[in-house]
């Protein structure tokens, strides 16, 4: 019960534990009832466990929380990406929302909004940060599989041999030269291009275990995207002379480049020879469609461009070029032309 203390009301709660000397501690209010309103407030929140305090986190304060504690252990490509999330697609009304009140109802109305204005691939990752913070900050949290619109088919600009030679010549002098010679010949990323160091060439090959990826604070050097995309590769002699010609500026190859300074002069050199727009990493998909033109198996070809599973390569990367359609298509026919000339002479001896 509160006590008159000068001016204002004083209610005290026990806080020592049994057999401890005995420790209070006092909760003021201008009015007994409310001092004895506090007292109460703290005995009831006192009572909760250390789960039911983060469930009353707001999402937006959940999701600063677990950026904050995987920063250390994730890359920093996708710290950035939660950042983005966090400020572009989850919406205000979601971010105010207390993490105990959302539920498998709130998580799909949140994914169809997002879906509206952007692509699935946007929409899967927001919920799927949402979802991952409400596990670590909910104990309570359950929720059903969340459905997305049918993901149409992206076609990609592949660009096919004519087109590579078309670039090889365009870029030749430019900033962008070796890179694009590196991504196109060797599948390498535009982060393991600038990853690069003098050191990683030796014995014929070349090794890939870096690379260098924009944070929130600038350029970060890190591990590669994978496991399986640190590798080694055999390192053509005409690369290897037109990478050592380079002057050293540093430690890394490609030393003062950004991904923005080679992608801008890669665009540029497309631009001023008309050859039609295709993006810098769509070398590697023409890289990995190579490859399957020419019957390079599955196992080398998925250790050569580092891919960690062969549906990924198989879906996303490998291609087929137009000319080689036309050319295995002229095969087929023949073949089968072949059959019913057979079956005729069969028909008529």
């Known amino acids: 019960m509160a006590t008159k203390d000068g001016n204002r009301w004083r209610t005290a709660v026990l806080i020592s534990a049994p057999g401890e000397p005995r420790k209070y501690k006092s909760f003021y209010g ?15 929140e006192g009572k909760k466990t250390e789960a039911e305090k983060r469930a009353e986190m707001t999402l937006g304060e959940a999701v600063e929380a677990y950026i904050e ?8 490509s996708t710290i950035q990406g939660y950042e983005v999330a966090k ?43 949402v979802c991952a913070v409400l596990r670590v900050y909910n104990p309570d949290f359950v929720t059903r599989q969340i459905s997305y619109p049918k993901t149409v088919k992206k076609e990609y600009a592949t660009p096919d041999s004519e087109t590579l030679v078309r670039t090889f010549k365009a870029i030749e002098g430019t900033v ?22 003098w050191t ?45 010609a380079l002057p050293r500026k540093g430690d890394h190859i490609f030393e003062g480049l950004s991904s923005s300074s080679i992608a801008k002069s890669f665009h540029r050199a497309l631009n001023k020879h008309d050859i039609p727009h295709y ?27 580092g891919w960690s599973s062969p549906s990924v390569m198989k879906s996303v990367y490998q291609q087929t070029f137009s000319s080689e359609q036309i050319a295995i298509a002229e095969r087929i026919d023949n073949y089968f032309l072949d059959l019913m000339q057979r079956s005729m002479q069969r028909m008529n001896p």
């Open 176 to 197: 962008c030269e070796l890179p694009v010679l590196l991504s196109a010949w060797l599948s390498l990323r535009m982060s393991e291009i600038l990853g690069l160091k």
């Open 69 to 76: 504690l995987r920063t250390p252990t994730l890359s920093p």
């Open 30 to 44: 201008a009015t007994a009832k409310e001092a004895d309103y506090l007292a109460m407030r703290y005995k009831m």
């Open 200 to 244: 990683d060439i030796r014995d014929g090959y070349i090794d890939i275990n870096t690379a260098i990826v924009m944070g929130n604070c600038g350029p970060v050097e890190k591990t590669t995207k994978t496991e399986g995309s640190t590798r080694k590769i055999p390192l053509p002699q005409f690369l290897k002379d037109r990478m050592l």
């Open 279 to 305: 993006r810098f990493h769509d070398l590697r998909h023409a890289n990995a469609s190579i490859m399957l033109m020419l019957g390079v198996p599955d196992k080398y070809a998925m250790e050569r461009g």
């Open 87 to 129: 400020r572009n697609y989850i919406s205000k009304e979601l971010a105010g929302k207390l993490i105990k009140n959302i539920d498998y109802v709130t998580l799909q109305r949140e994914a169809n909004r997002i879906s509206e204005d952007h692509s699935v691939k946007t929409a899967k990752n927001t919920i799927g940060l």
